[in-house]
């Protein structure tokens, strides 16, 4: 697998790692916007991000403000902000309310577009119109996906509306009471083509629940099987993993 690989004894050090790592791309003056993702994965990283920004002295804080632009991965479609299952009420809890950030400079798709297949092609025109991504930083599905591209799925798929595997809808259930028939069917994604297409990706892997699917990652050729290989030619991918994860 191309691209740098980093493996840390514990997970709060693979978060604080990730999270140092989206502090210097802030830092950097963020010349094209961040691509962000949801989930457990998460969680622990903007914690540290978060923790790490409100120890800034105030115009320093301030300057991350004023320059933060970035785009979510994806959005359940029928669901909106109010909803605390979304991804857009997880970005309001995690970023946008702690740091004190003008929601709007935190985009994702709307879940509740009458046409969510318009939206993801909406959606896919304002990341094209920024510059597409600098830094896209990336959780691993515990069936192989990305965003949400499911298997079977090619590296030119494009953003779009699509159904929710079981798989996915079991590994999610967390956030809907623990019942997967509480999570919605459906999703808008940005595609395997957006994601190829940043400048730099972060694929962030923790916990003895990836073990399987991260050995598949290292050892199998890129395939639609597992969406995320198509991430293993990427020449700006960095691989960051904590023991579990590689197994014990
Ligand atoms: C979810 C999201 C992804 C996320 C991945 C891993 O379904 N669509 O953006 O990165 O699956 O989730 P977790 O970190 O909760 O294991």
């Not at 210097?24 to 989930?39: K, M, Y």
């Not at 605390?84 to 970023?95: K, N």
């Not at 959606?123 to 069936?143: E, T, W």
């Not at 590994?171 to 940043?198: C, K, M, R, S, W």
Request: aromatic share 4%; net charge neutral.
């Amino acid at each position: 697998m191309a691209g740098r690989f980093e493996c840390f004894e514990q997970p709060s050090a693979l978060s604080g790692r990730v999270a140092e790592l989206l502090h210097q791309e802030l830092n950097n003056g963020l010349r094209r916007p961040l691509g962000l993702a949801t989930g457990r994965t998460m969680e622990p990283v903007y914690g540290a991000l978060v923790a790490r920004l409100l120890a800034l002295p105030p115009d320093q804080l301030q300057a991350v403000r004023q320059r933060w632009r970035s785009f979510n991965l994806d959005e359940y479609v029928g669901l909106g902000p109010a909803d605390p299952g979304s991804f857009a009420a997880e970005m309001a809890c995690r970023l946008v309310t702690p740091l004190n950030l003008e929601p709007e400079r935190l985009q994702l798709p709307d879940g509740l577009a009458a046409d969510p297949a318009a939206e993801a092609r909406r959606y896919a025109g304002a990341v094209a119109a920024a510059g597409g991504i600098g830094l896209q930083l990336l959780g691993l599905g515990s069936n192989g996906h990305v965003g949400f591209n499911e298997p079977p799925c090619g590296a030119e798929a494009p953003s779009r509306s699509l159904h929710l595997s079981a798989a996915t809808r079991r590994q999610n259930a967390a956030a809907f009471g623990e019942d997967p028939g509480l999570v919605p069917a459906g999703a808008i994604t940005l595609g395997l083509e957006q994601i190829l297409g940043a400048e730099r990706i972060l694929l962030v892997v923790s916990g003895t629940t990836k073990a399987g699917i991260l050995a598949r990652l290292l050892s199998e050729p890129p395939a639609p099987s597992l969406p995320a290989s198509w991430l293993q030619g990427h020449p700006g991918l960095r691989l960051l993993v904590d023991r579990a994860a590689l197994g014990g």
